[in-house]
């Protein structure tokens, strides 16, 4: 069988091999710290926790720190702080002058600013882990039991919860340095498999032994489900060719240039970011009055709290498609695209070079932005409607949203990096019928 020999085939590269293995052992050690809970705190007491994370927006976040979070680990607040700081510091770059500079200046500027958005990182761990602990303390005495006393806990629970994040910070870069893939968005991609087999299977039992349909629906569901992760393929690698002619070039006696060439525009060219953007302020209601359980809240806050209510999937799906043109618009730059084509004598054809090719490609970038903005919204909001029509909270999750395009995004990352390594080295690729393509080129998500 095919599969069986492009696995012969990855374990005779040693160099693929040793990224491989090194990437499963950085994910075991990954994985054997969502478990490791902090120091004073009964694991038996955490039922409340984890009943609080089964809906709503803890959903997400537990299911981002693969489960730390509901365990009381010393990994509970995972890598959405480093997340949060590299949005922070994308629009800082965006907006001051400053950073502009830095960022121009080549790899030294690069440098410090992953250095300046790790220090944002702490200074976001340091403020998160009080607040953490204050929603640990609740849940902890509706399971009748409590936190040890004394400031003493507090300051070296958080430092110790800091930690736990930075160590995972310093596995990514690991697994992207020694391993396959990226590491950071691989660490993500772990987290959110991790809650798969469980959440299939507990559909599964929902699904046979109650009067919810039975087998058939389950199995709609499982083809609904692999429409969806087709759609969202189609949206991480969808491109539009605009065709460039070349102009030709006599250079000594030998004759070069005029084949056709086609600038590749993505239909989604912000990829999943419109959607971390569009979360990050989703999440702000739980910023403002704590972790506390989304029953005791009334009103606005409430409306914004559940991810299944109308307001709340309205104002996601309108933030991302206003996130999407918006990121769009700073990652995709007509105007030099324009003058690299005159630089290099290309045109497109029937298109007057310069201004009248920036607009052509400005209106181009509209047409295709639309339609992207909308299917992005779409599969974002999918959870709901997958909610509405009776799936577990917890299976949900995987039919749309940032944990389906994260998923989708990385895998095809990591397979491509895998398939390079297989064609330099002149073996077959990973698929028959062409080459893996991913997300190369955009903007990446994290």
Same mark, same amino acid.
């Given at each position: ?99 502009? #500079? ?61 930690? +736990? ?86 250079? +000594? ?92 004598? +290309?045109?497109?054809?029937?298109? #007057? ?94």
């Amino acid at each position: 069988m095919r599969a069986v020999e492009t696995i012969k085939n990855i374990w005779k590269i040693e160099d693929l091999r040793n990224r491989i293995l090194t990437t499963l052992l950085l994910v075991a050690i990954y994985r054997f710290g969502t478990y490791v809970v902090l120091p004073g705190i009964d694991p038996k007491a955490l039922t409340a926790l984890q009943e609080q994370t089964r809906g709503g927006l803890l959903a997400l976040l537990d299911m981002f720190s693969g489960g730390a979070f509901s365990n009381a680990s010393i990994f509970a607040l995972g890598i959405m702080p480093y997340i949060s700081a590299s949005i922070v510091m994308q629009l800082m770059a965006i907006a001051v002058p400053s950073f502009q #500079k830095l960022q121009r200046e080549g790899e030294s500027g690069r440098r410090k600013i992953n250095q300046w958005t790790r220090y944002l990182t702490v200074a976001i761990l340091l403020f998160q882990g009080p607040t953490y602990l204050v929603n640990l303390s609740v849940q902890l005495k509706a399971a009748g039991a409590a936190l040890p006393a004394g400031i003493w806990f507090t300051i070296s629970s958080t430092v110790i919860l800091a930690a +736990g994040s930075m160590f995972i910070l310093w596995l990514g870069e690991r697994i992207t340095d020694k391993g396959v893939g990226n590491g950071i968005s691989f660490i993500i991609l772990v987290g959110i498999i991790a809650r798969l087999p469980h959440s299939l299977f507990q559909e599964f039992v929902s699904r046979t032994s109650e009067k919810t349909g039975g087998l058939v629906m389950f199995l709609f569901e499982m083809l609904f489900l692999l429409l969806v992760i087709a759609g969202a393929i189609l949206l991480v690698q969808g491109t539009r060719k605009v065709p460039v002619q070349y102009a030709k070039r006599i250079i +000594g006696n030998k004759q070069y240039g005029g084949a056709r060439q086609y600038i590749p525009l993505k239909v989604n060219a912000a990829n999943v970011m419109p959607i971390i953007f569009a979360q990050a302020i989703m999440f702000i209601p739980i910023s403002i009055v704590g972790f506390s359980s989304t029953g005791e809240q009334s009103g606005f806050v409430a409306a914004f709290m559940d991810n299944t209510g109308f307001w709340y999937n309205f104002v996601f799906a309108v933030l991302i498609i206003l996130f999407t043109y918006f990121y769009t618009a700073i990652t995709i730059n007509p105007t030099q695209m324009s003058d690299d084509l005159k630089r290099n004598n +290309g045109f497109i054809p029937g298109v #007057k070079p310069g201004k009248n090719t920036k607009d052509y490609l400005d209106t181009i970038m509209d047409r295709i932005t639309l339609p992207g903005a909308f299917f992005l919204a779409l599969v974002a909001i999918m959870p709901a409607f997958a909610r509405i029509a009776g799936v577990s909270m917890e299976f949900s999750q995987f039919f749309g949203g940032t944990s389906l395009l994260i998923l989708v995004g990385v895998v095809l990352d990591t397979l491509q990096q895998v398939e390079s390594h297989l064609l330099m080295r002149h073996y077959d690729g990973l698929l028959k019928s062409g080459r893996i393509k991913g997300r190369a080129g955009a903007a990446g998500a994290y």
